[in-house]
């Protein structure tokens, strides 16, 4: 029972629906807990972190993270600890512990390589190239989040593809001060944003960079890169995107 209920919940997150969502995962626990399943206890401990993080609580979503991790620690769940670990580097990355954040993402890397969990490997790079772009390594930032695309592309998850990209647009514009660099990111923002596999948590990230371009670049320049970006498929853009740092 506890499962199917996790399965709405995170459709409810990903729909932006975080009270729904909440409610759920609420409810997932005491289900899980009552069944003694620690597996799914530490899921729906999980999904609740993640909520309280859209929401911008971000106290209650460390508190919650860890304690899933620390379930997961205790029941060997190492595929588990992969994704927490992530999800704490991305919330260090938020609070500007950018330090913390790197070494977060570098354990749940190693881990996930070591068991061969192509999608946690693929969360670990991402939260390593927000890493290093909020270190200011820019270069090391774009390397990351380029082999993250690629497991992406391989394992064909197209909307965390989709969020890679809204990074991706992140890094370019703290490395590239031209005009021509934000005409790619409002492409590549217009994609993300037009993309029917788009997080609801990516749009929201890429409407945030997108206003902000717009006052930086004339009203006519906007509304062609927007065309341009929405016009490609997926494939052809991160096909242009890689064939930019072979």
Known sequence: MA????????VARSQGDLAEAQQIYQETLVTAQE????????????????SALERGDFAQAWQFLQESLELERETGDRWGMVFQLGALS?????????????????EGYAIGKEIDHREG??????SLGRAACGLGKCGEARDYLNEALLIG????ARPTILDILSDLVTVLLASEGSDV????????????????????????????MLAELQTQLPPEVVARAQERGTAKDLEDVVAEVLAETD
């Open 3 to 10: 499962l199917p209920l996790m399965i709405l919940g995170n």
């Open 90 to 106: 991305g919330l260090a990355f938020f609070l500007g512990e950018h330090g913390e954040a790197e070494q977060l993402a570098q």
């Open 181 to 208: 660099g934000r005409e790619q990111a409002v492409e590549l923002l217009a994609h993300c944003l037009n993309h029917p596999a788009t997080w609801h948590d990516t749009k929201t990230k890429a409407e945030a």
């Open 121 to 126: 490997m693929t969360f670990a790079l991402q």
């Open 153 to 156: 592309v391989d394992i064909q």
């Open 35 to 50: 069944a003694g399943d620690r597996l799914a206890e530490s899921m729906a401990i999980s999904g609740l972190g993640l």
